[in-house]
């Protein structure tokens, strides 16, 4: 008996072309499955190629079916009914409220993710995706539907923008007795004991006005674009840094960073909110996120 080379089209060819016949264009085929027009092109491509046959007359952006084509179509749509009537094939469609959100690293760590849970908790139907962006370098910044920005006030609304403050592991504190702002200075400049930790979203002039010194921006050492990792840094005994109450407040509560002096500045830079997509979702999360930060302005009083 002779064999029979029976070469099955991809299901999903054969939706687009289904499609194609009804719809007339291939944007439009791509609106209604969700892909672009380009893979729609190449699917029904393939599927011509299978066949051996044209299935389309194409005439720029418009389409006309072929004798095969009509043929073919009929065909396609009756075995598509039948697979669709399959009732294993059958599921409830279940909408998924989704929401992604844009923070730079430290407040994602620090402030988000540690109070995330009350709001899942309260929207489990909701799918919630984290992504994270260092403020200040030239990347690509993701799409969101509601971004935290860390920068100067007066381009977003204002989240949460708190007073600046040394802080340093206690060995060290201890073992170079650091009693007063000048310390730090004069340590540094005798014999580089105390490195001032770098971070250019968190330069130390401000806060050396604030303290009455006169210094330059430090020059030297480590710097590191990243709020996060200058506070572990910090704790790791590497220098002094600054930080922010709600950046720093896991460490401090473990131990690991104390608050060397009473001196605060006001923030040169802070957080705020950005809603691009002002779905429910998306807005009940602003609000929610609002609330959080707004409870944590006891702490950011400026001295």
């Known amino acids: 008996m002779a064999h029979t080379d029976t070469r099955f089209p991809p299901i999903e060819a054969l939706r687009a072309f289904e499609a194609a016949t009804r719809l007339g264009a291939f944007d439009k085929v ?8 380009s893979a729609v092109s190449k699917r029904v491509t393939a ?11 194409r005439n720029g952006r418009h389409l006309t079916v072929t004798a095969a084509g009509k043929e073919y179509a009929e065909q396609v749509r009756a075995a598509l009914n039948q697979l669709a009537a399959i009732g294993l094939h059958q599921r409830a469609v279940q909408s998924v409220a989704r929401l992604r959100v844009l923070a730079p690293p430290t407040f994602a760590r620090e402030v988000l993710v540690p109070r995330l849970k009350a709001f899942t908790d309260a929207r489990p139907d909701a799918e919630i995706e984290i992504v994270v962006a260092i403020p200040y370098l030239d990347l690509a910044v993701p799409d969101a539907d509601i971004a935290v920005n860390f920068g100067p006030q007066g381009t977003a609304e204002p989240l949460l923008f708190e007073p600046v403050f040394a802080v340093a592991a206690p060995a060290l504190a ?15 400049e005798q014999s580089n004991a105390v490195p001032l930790i770098r971070c250019p979203l968190e330069p130390w002039r401000p806060w050396f006005a604030a303290a009455g010194i006169e210094a330059a921006e430090p020059t030297r050492g480590v710097k590191f674009v990243d709020l996060g990792l200058s506070l572990e840094a910090a ?4 220098g002094v840094a600054l930080a ?17 002096f009473d ?19 998306a807005l009940e999360f602003a609000q929610w996120l609002r609330r959080e930060c707004a409870s944590l302005e006891p702490t950011a009083r400026v001295a």
């Open 174 to 188: 201890r073992r170079l007795r650091l009693k007063r702002p000048a310390d730090l200075v004069r340590l540094a």
């Open 235 to 238: 704790a790791s005994e590497q």
């Open 244 to 260: 922010r109450p709600s950046l720093a407040a896991r460490w401090i509560a473990r131990g690991e960073l104390v608050d060397l």
């Open 263 to 281: 001196v605060r500045s006001a923030p040169q830079d802070g957080y705020s909110l950005t809603v691009h997509q002002a779905s429910d979702l």
């Open 47 to 57: 599927l011509e190629h299978l066949l051996g046959t044209a299935l389309f007359d």
């Open 30 to 37: 791509a609106v209604e499955l969700s892909i672009t027009a």
